[in-house]
């Protein structure tokens, strides 16, 4: 199942890249001090333990769109959605991908 082995591939580094890219926003001064703060506190909310118990439900199409739904639930669509500036889906796969190849 697609959803389940990328939880065992990939959630640590998408976390981690979250993180990095929020650390770079903030520190650019892309965000406010402010989002950067409501945007950790999300980040920082999301279990890993509990997604990894998530069973795949066709609620959302992938890991990363699950992920995002937790962290606009937590901080509302205008903040999550700052953590997706200068960035796209295909640098976080590429990214993702090397991390794994690292790990082996």
């Known amino acids: 199942d697609n959803f389940e082995d990328a939880k065992e591939l990939f959630l640590s580094p998408l ?3 979250h993180y990095a ?3 770079m926003l903030a520190a650019q001064g892309i965000v406010s001090a402010g989002d950067a ?3 950790r506190e ?8 509990e997604v990894r118990q998530v069973k795949y439900d066709g609620s959302c199409e992938d890991l990363f769109f699950y992920i995002q739904d937790l962290i606009l639930n ?13 960035r796209s889906r295909n640098d976080i796969d590429m990214t993702m991908y090397r991390m ?3 790990e082996l």
Do not use: E
């Open 74 to 86: 937590a901080c509302g669509d205008d903040v999550g959605g700052r953590l997706h500036t200068a």
């Open 100 to 102: 794994r190849q690292r």
């Open 21 to 23: 890219h929020l650390t």
């Open 15 to 17: 976390m981690a890249i």
């Open 42 to 49: 999300a980040l920082d909310g999301v279990s890993l333990d």
């Open 37 to 39: 703060h409501r945007l």
